[in-house]
């Protein structure tokens, strides 16, 4: 790696440009300002949704749609129903990036 960069940054810049597409959020997730966790894609979006489909779309989580709705999820602030232990079992069986992306998304929902 070039000096300065991180050693598991890629020499592309097409990698560069990729997750510029991806991530809409000028700013860190405010929850993660001190870690090393990436900033959550479509967080700012996600705080500007009406719906919880409109929600789960801006956050890359749609697939999930029919099992929130199994779930009794109907608006926005539903979701802060929602528990870590649902997103491990079916119908969501939700990977753990996926996870982190909905439970770090949740923690900015207004109430």
Known sequence: PAAGAPPFAPASSAYSSAIALVVDDPLPNKHNRN??????????????????????????????????????????????EVGEADLKHPPFAMPLLHQRRFLTAVLDIPP
């Open 35 to 80: 870690s090393l966790m990436p900033m959550i894609p479509g967080t700012e979006a996600a705080k500007r949704a009406e719906s919880a489909t409109e929600w789960l779309l801006t956050l890359r989580l749609e697939k999930y749609c029919e099992a929130f709705e199994g779930l009794g999820v109907r608006k926005v602030y539903d979701f802060v």
